[in-house]
């Protein structure tokens, strides 16, 4: 639940919300994306959730069993891993049902591939990589489906370490940002700039909102307006 400060303790907030918009602007100018000015301020510590780290570890280790079942795992390994790691309360509606379909079709498999990208963010957060590049290309899919292989679930758990609230916050500024500038080529019909990948993109701009507790929704229902 976002917990809402009284009016003498906000005073600092738009300033720290405009701070962290100027620090994206200076990014997005040193790589040549373009940005509007008048694009809103995001969310500040006082407004935004702070989830626990074993919250957004279970929500990664789902993560990896749908993107892996998305690449095309064979059902019976999947629901292996699915006991192994005692996710089967974990998954959302929709992970639910496409873990138990045993024959998904193809654009379903896509979309749920599409999940390692959210995967890497949440690894990023509870820092099991130091950082995220910008978002010009794919993940490391191998490096990330071998992180909680090799961890298994009691070793990934125990690891997992949530970054500070700013850095979050951080990112979630950015990428915003960044998906504002290739949703804003796609409606003139241009290549995303900068050689952003609007696939990846999107997906940062999905794991981020879920981590700051966007609008208070849940993880099949995260919008990533711009």
Not at 81 to 97: C, G, M, N, Y
Request: glycine share 4%; proline share 5%.
């Amino acid at each position: 639940m976002i917990v809402q400060q009284g009016p003498s303790e906000n005073q600092s907030e738009p300033q720290e919300a405009e701070a962290r918009k100027q620090r994206s602007h200076a990014i997005l100018k040193a790589e040549q994306v373009p940005f509007i000015d008048h694009l809103p301020l995001r969310e500040t510590e006082a407004e935004s959730l702070r989830r626990t780290t074993e919250e957004v570890a279970l929500r990664a280790m789902a993560l990896c069993i749908v993107s892996v079942k998305g690449e095309g795992l064979e059902q019976d390994i999947v629901e292996r891993l699915v006991d192994d790691f005692q996710l089967a309360d974990t998954f959302s509606p929709d992970e639910k049902k496409f873990i138990a379909d045993p024959d998904p079709d193809q654009m379903l498999r896509v979309q749920f591939a599409w999940r390692y990208e959210t995967y890497w963010v949440l690894l990023w957060a509870l820092e099991f990589i130091d950082e995220l590049p910008r978002p010009d290309q794919i993940c490391d899919v191998p490096a990330a489906v071998a992180c909680l292989r090799d961890l298994g679930r009691e070793g990934f758990l125990e690891q997992a370490s949530l970054r500070p609230q700013s850095e979050i916050l951080d990112a979630a500024d950015l990428i915003y940002r960044y998906h504002w500038a290739v949703v804003d080529a796609r409606l003139k019909q241009q290549d995303a700039p900068a050689q952003l990948d609007g696939g990846v993109v999107m997906e940062r701009h999905y794991a981020l909102n879920w981590l700051i507790g966007y609008q208070n929704q849940l993880w099949d229902d995260i919008s990533t307006d711009t």
